[in-house]
T-cell receptor, first 110, second 111 residues
Framework: NAGVTQTPKFRILKIGQSMTLQCTQDMNHNYMYWYRQDPGMGLKLIYYSVGAGITDKGEVPNGYNVSRSTTEDFPLRLELAAPSQTSVYFC?????????FGSGTRLTVV | GQQVMQIPQYQHVQEGEDFTTYCNSS?????IQWYKQRPGGHPVFLIQLVKSGEVKKQKRLTFQFGEAKKNSSLHITATQTTDVGTYFCAGPETSGSRLTFGEGTQLTVNP
């Protein structure tokens, strides 16, 4: 099992560009999450999904969108990137309550 | 909404000293989870506590869940340089579908 796989690992975006952060899990977990972590800070929930076809907003959803067409995939879309979106993004999945995290995407918006 | 607070925010210790981080929730929790994040890494699940007053040990790490199920602690005995990282607690919201994470305690260990 690969667990939770995130791509890319690093990305530099220019202000106003868009991109999709990919996340896939092979554990057949129903729950999936996107968090962002600013330097030296905790985890803030952006969006989450309790199953295919269902998504919901977390604490900081503005500027992001998600979709969940399959159990395995939960991509995060950034539209019109802003410097405030410079952060490390973690995808996670869950079955029995605890989160299994991917290795993260380090995004810089310049 | 539910809040989970952790103290201290930072802790610097000499190798061999003990370390404790505390976690307090504004609401009663069905369980409390602990994660460790190494510098530059991703959070890794350590343990889940479910029962009131529960104590669990993993080698030099001791985890406690309070009697009221609103607080928890993580104690590391005789820290080593491999213990360096940020320790997060997290509790599920009432719906059970999402976690609220504390802000974490960043531990540095001087050799």
């Amino acid at each position: 099992n690969a667990g939770v796989t995130q791509t890319p690992k690093f990305r530099i975006l220019k202000i106003g560009q868009s991109m999709t952060l990919q996340c896939t899990q092979d554990m057949n977990h129903n729950y999936m999450y996107w968090y962002r972590q600013d330097p030296g800070m905790g985890l803030k929930l952006i969006y989450y999904s309790v199953g295919a076809g269902i998504t919901d907003k977390g604490e900081v959803p503005n500027g992001y969108n998600v979709s969940r067409s399959t159990t395995e995939d939960f991509p995060l879309r950034l539209e019109l990137a802003a410097p405030s979106q410079t952060s490390v993004y973690f995808c996670a999945s869950s079955y029995a309550g605890w989160n299994t995290f991917g290795s993260g995407t380090r995004l810089t918006v310049v | 909404g539910q809040q989970v607070m952790q103290i201290p925010q930072y802790q610097h210790v000499q190798e061999g000293e003990d370390f404790t981080t505390y976690c307090n929730s504004s609401t009663t929790l069905s369980n409390i989870q602990w994660y460790k994040q190494r510098p530059g890494g991703h959070p890794v699940f350590l343990i889940q506590l479910v029962k009131s007053g529960e104590v669990k040990k993993q080698k030099r790490l001791t985890f406690q869940f309070g009697e009221a199920k609103k607080n928890s602690s993580l104690h590391i005995t005789a820290t080593q340089t491999t213990d360096v990282g940020t320790y997060f607690c997290a509790g599920p919201e009432t719906s059970g579908s999402r976690l609220t994470f504390g802000e974490g305690t960043q531990l540095t260990v001087n050799p």
